[in-house]
């Protein structure tokens, strides 16, 4: 299964959902969308505007491959969980977002190498990126997320000494 | 015996709520509450406080923000935590000036180089600031401080 979710921002993401939708009638996945705000009508997917965290997390979880903005919360779950991500950012010039902040997270999680998140920037190289994720048969290990663990000491430290 | 804190939980939808629900192990043990956004993807936690987003209309926004008092008034935390956005300024101006809490304030991992607006309004009274990348650190003062991102 491939879930596409692209965040809770007002404005709509409708070039990834057509996009989606218009590769569903080639690929033998399922392709399941959370739309949230975008409006265009998917005619070959599964699809619904929000589910709660918890169930999108179950649908994170059985996935193969993940397509999403650059949105924190999808780019945190699947690496807690080991799900190979795509990441097609939002732009402003599209009014997808009012600023372009998501090519600037892509870029800098690209700029690390991680091994499991694939950054497209070009919806016409959509397809191809999905093929080539979907083909290499090895699927990321979880990995102990450093700065999570970083991150609650500090706070948690600081909590205790006041 | 030490008396026990208690820590305001505060964010908006999406990734804040992610992020939040990252760090819940840092306030394991504490006496806590959550405030945040009302939306189909935050309606699964019970024990938490939700409001109508602030930014959808000025009503919505006189209507959160005199909320927000209530339930601190209430609630009388003597920590706020805040992973973004909007959400935390009005709360943490109220704990800052009114109910003397300690306030600690996480950059959203979405702030790679610029600082977001709930940011820099909340760095001049947060008593931990912290920012997830470390070009941000620039573009703060001495307070911020970079240990690590989520993503």
Not at chain 1, 33 to 47: A, P
Not at chain 1, 66 to 83: D, F, P, Q, R
């Amino acid at each position: 299964m491939i879930f596409v979710t692209v965040g809770n921002h007002y404005q709509g993401f409708d070039r990834l959902i057509k996009k989606a939708d218009e590769i569903a009638s080639r690929t033998s996945y399922d392709i399941v969308i959370q739309r949230g705000y975008s409006k265009y009508v998917s005619k070959n997917v599964k699809y619904f505007d929000f589910v709660p965290m918890n169930e999108a997390i179950e649908f994170i979880k059985m996935s193969e491959l993940v397509i999403s903005h650059a949105g924190i919360g999808t780019i945190i779950l699947c690496k807690e969980y080991g799900i190979p991500l795509i990441i097609f950012p939002r732009r402003k010039e599209y009014e997808e977002h009012g600023t372009d902040h998501q090519v600037e997270i892509a870029r800098a999680i690209e700029g690390r190498g991680d091994d499991h998140i694939y950054v497209v920037y070009d919806e016409e190289q959509l397809e191809a990126k999905i093929v080539e994720v979907l083909a290499g048969k090895q699927k990321p290990t979880p990995k102990a997320n450093e700065g999570k663990a970083s991150l609650i000491r500090t706070i948690r430290t600081f909590i205790e000494n006041l | 015996m030490k008396k026990a804190k208690k820590i305001g939980l505060i964010c908006s939808a999406g990734g804040h709520y992610t992020e939040m629900l990252q760090l819940w192990q840092a306030f394991e043990g504490y006496p806590k509450f959550l405030l945040t956004y009302q939306e189909v993807t935050t309606m699964d936690r019970v024990g938490t406080h939700y409001l109508e987003n602030i930014f959808r209309s000025p009503i919505a926004f006189i209507i959160g923000v005199v909320k927000i008092f209530l339930i601190l008034l209430k609630e009388k935390p003597h920590i706020l935590f805040s992973t973004g956005s909007e959400i935390a300024a009005p709360a943490f101006y109220f704990g800052k000036f009114i109910f003397r809490t300690k306030l600690i304030y996480l950059e959203c991992s979405a702030q790679v180089y610029r600082p977001s607006l709930t940011g820099k309004c909340v760095y001049p009274i947060a008593d931990l600031f912290l920012v997830q990348w470390e070009p941000l650190l620039k573009r703060y003062g001495p307070k911020a401080k970079y240990v690590g991102g989520l993503i």
